[in-house]
Nanobody, 124 residues
């Protein structure tokens, strides 16, 4: 079992930056690839970014490519999402997720464990 706890969400103006974090506990963190997903009101949960267990491979949704950066610190059991040049359409609850079976998948069904989410609101 893996427990995930996100933090760092908040209110930011359009064009600003924010970093959200996710701390994992329960198993060997580097055994899991990690993903960030987001869900806006009335919309389905969508993929944002993912990173392999080693941290050497990453992938991003087209909508955030060039603005967001995913990273991880396996010594701290933490994955980060640095969000720059934020837009109003980035407003959502951001969830981190862990997968032992798949390597940095974009498919939410490939992730076994989920955090409770952290709200990010971008004002225009």
């Amino acid at each position: 079992q893996v427990q995930l706890v996100e933090s760092g969400g908040g209110l930011v103006q359009a064009g600003g930056s924010l970093r959200v974090s996710c701390v994992a506990s329960g198993r060997t963190f580097s055994d899991y690839s990690m993903g960030w997903f987001r869900q806006a009101p009335g919309k389905e949960r969508e993929f944002v970014a993912a990173i392999s267990g080693s941290g050497l491979s990453e992938t991003y949704a087209n909508s955030v490519k060039g603005r967001f950066t995913i990273s991880r610190d396996n010594a701290k059991n933490t994955v980060y999402l640095q969000m720059n040049s934020l837009k109003a359409e980035d407003t959502a609850v951001y969830y981190c997720a862990a997968s032992q079976r798949y390597s940095y998948s974009v498919n939410r069904n490939d992730y076994e464990y989920w955090g409770q989410g952290t709200q990010v609101t971008v004002s225009s």
